[in-house]
């Protein structure tokens, strides 16, 4: 290969992904697509230069080495040299086998079971649904300048079921989803759909709270997208590289309460699970905060050798793209009380559960999150159901507000977009207590 190049890799990416669309009983779509992409990165005296081919023979050395030329000479100047941190973790992680492999299963069989699950979301109320099924099945090769050569396969799939409720001009949304590495996972799901059916039409009748500062308890769902979005990004190396991270220059700072541990692993068997990053590096467990003690930051080798504190193995990227700093498996540690414990310290307050999107400015370290649904805590128990009611507040006053963890760790999987590309990851927490939150409301409850 040229001489001229200081380092060079190759990720190829070939697979195939199976989509079915259920609206209201009726299939809308339902097939099979095909996808063969690589993506080269060459390291010149100027920087990095990068072609995509698409499809592409990772046997063609011949023509590797051309692509390798046409990367060179693309290569974009950089103001500052780039550094490469050691490749010191190239041990690659087995695939969990699968509880039953979707791969054997027909696409007409699937589209039957996803049909089962928006079946029983129709309940009295309801007047419309959408099922979706999405699988993935990606075989992964890579091979760098050093030899390095490995590989891999996995196969991702899921469902969503959507349920809409009206009445009297009012209209009501309830909705769950699961994705998985376990293999199919739409078998007997059916009170999944009514699930989201039931909720829909509950939401009907909840009530609007008032806002104000007060105790809330966050389910496991939406402490994991505060984990995610607020801590998670934060601590990407390339933000704080770029000096957009409220989290830049803190490490060994108490920047949270002492009952709080978040970690990304990539290494856990959740949605996010990579057997090797698109660097070709090993994933490794990464703790953020321990004991609200800011430790790591998460990187790429660029990353960490510009900036340190932390671990490379986390840098991901769509096929056909170039890798860029990502989380994986991102949760809040469980603690050791029970979610009755919480509620009843809570007191006077509210409970806070599910998400409907938000938004955060890692940089300005603010955040808004909006709850699917809440329940009012008085006296330490729970009260009626509440609608149209979200957090906001401050990353770092917020981690010191968090008084109780539960022990009730659950994960929730799902995708996360960052720089036009959309990975698989997963979030999780246990119910959490926060001594003070920022509510947002509009009602007189």
């Keep these: 290969m040229d001489t001229n190049l200081r380092y060079w890799d190759l990720r190829y990416v070939s697979g195939e992904h199976t989509g079915i669309d259920i609206d209201n009983r009726d299939i809308e779509a339902a097939g099979v697509s095909f996808f063969s992409k690589a993506v080269i990165r060459a390291l010149g005296p100027k920087g990095w230069g990068i072609v995509t081919v698409s499809p592409f023979d990772p046997d063609d050395r011949a023509s590797l080495s051309a692509y390798l030329s046409r990367a060179e000479k693309a290569a974009v100047v950089t103001r500052e040299d780039v550094v490469l941190a050691d490749a ?123 806002g104000g500062r007060m105790r809330a308890v966050l389910d496991p769902e939406l402490g994991g997208v505060f984990a995610h979005e607020a801590v998670g990004h934060a601590s990407e190396g390339d933000l704080v590289k770029e000096g957009a991270s409220v989290l830049g220059n803190r490490i060994g700072e108490a920047i949270g309460s002492p009952v709080v541990t978040i970690i990304d692993d990539p290494t856990l068997r959740s949605f996010g699970f990579e057997p090797i990053d698109a660097e070709g590096i090993g994933g490794a467990r990464t703790a953020i905060i321990e004991g609200g003690i800011l430790k790591r930051y998460i990187h790429s080798r660029e990353t960490l050798a510009a900036v340190g504190s932390g671990d490379a193995g986390h840098a991901r990227a769509m096929p056909g793209n170039v890798p860029i700093v990502r989380m994986s498996n991102t949760f809040i540690a469980e603690g050791d009380a029970s979610y009755d414990e919480i509620v009843e310290e809570c007191r006077d307050g509210i409970l806070l559960a599910g998400s409907r999107g938000g938004q955060v400015d890692p940089g300005r370290g603010v955040f808004q999150f909006n709850a699917e649904y809440g329940y009012l805590i008085e006296g330490g128990e729970l009260k009626e159901m509440v609608k149209d009611v979200s957090l906001s507040g401050e990353i770092l006053q917020t981690l010191h507000t968090i008084a109780l963890c539960g022990n009730d760790l659950r994960m929730h999987p799902g995708y996360c977009g960052k720089g036009g590309q959309s990975v698989p990851v997963s979030d999780g927490s246990p119910h959490l207590l926060l001594e003070e939150a920022i509510i947002g409301g509009s009602g007189d409850v």
């Design 88 to 210: 010191e973790n190239r041990k690659p992680l087995p695939v969990p086998s699968m509880k039953e492999d979707p791969r054997e299963v027909s696409l007409e069989e699937k589209a039957a079971l996803l049909m089962e699950i928006t079946q029983a979301a129709s309940l009295p109320g309801i007047t419309s649904t959408r099922g979706t099924y999405t699988e993935r099945n990606e075989t992964v090769f890579f091979l760098d300048s050093t030899g390095y050569e490995t590989s891999h396969t996995i196969c991702r799939s899921g469902f969503s079921v959507m349920a809409v409720a009206k009445r009297n001009g009012m209209m009501e949304m309830g909705y769950v989803r699961d994705h998985t590495i376990d293999g199919l996972n739409i078998r007997h799901r059916g009170s999944d759909g009514e699930k989201a059916g039931k909720r829909a039409v509950a939401l009907l009748d909840a009530k609007k709270p008032k």
